[in-house]
């Protein structure tokens, strides 16, 4: 893995959405997640990617340090938030963030 330098990094975090609970899922992150999440200081983005029950969600932020002080700080309450609509533990990385582009 390369050293992430304190440049724009983004973060995975990707989980299962337990059974029967998808439409509550989306309803807590648009109603509660995000709007914690463009509250912070730092925070650039989000992306988020749903297949069935699996989950991959990408957050871009201005750089190392506004991560980690998510990380340390409001990602507990955003975990504790997600836990009763989620199957088993979240993974969590951090990349260096390289901004290309195809659009035309």
Do not use: C
Request: glycine residues 2%; hydrophobic residues 35%.
């Amino acid at each position: 893995m390369q050293k992430i330098t304190n440049e724009q990094v983004a973060r995975s975090v990707r989980f299962d959405i337990a059974t029967d609970k998808n439409e509550e899922f989306h309803t807590i992150f648009r109603n509660d997640i995000l709007p914690i999440l463009k509250k912070q200081d730092g925070f650039r983005n989000e992306l988020l990617l749903v297949d069935d029950q699996h989950v991959l969600t990408i957050s871009v932020w201005k750089n190392l340090d506004s991560a980690r002080k998510y990380e340390s700080g409001t990602y507990p309450q955003i975990d504790k938030a997600l836990r009763p609509v989620m199957s088993g533990k979240p993974t969590v990385e951090t990349y260096q963030y390289d901004s290309l582009s195809t659009t035309v």
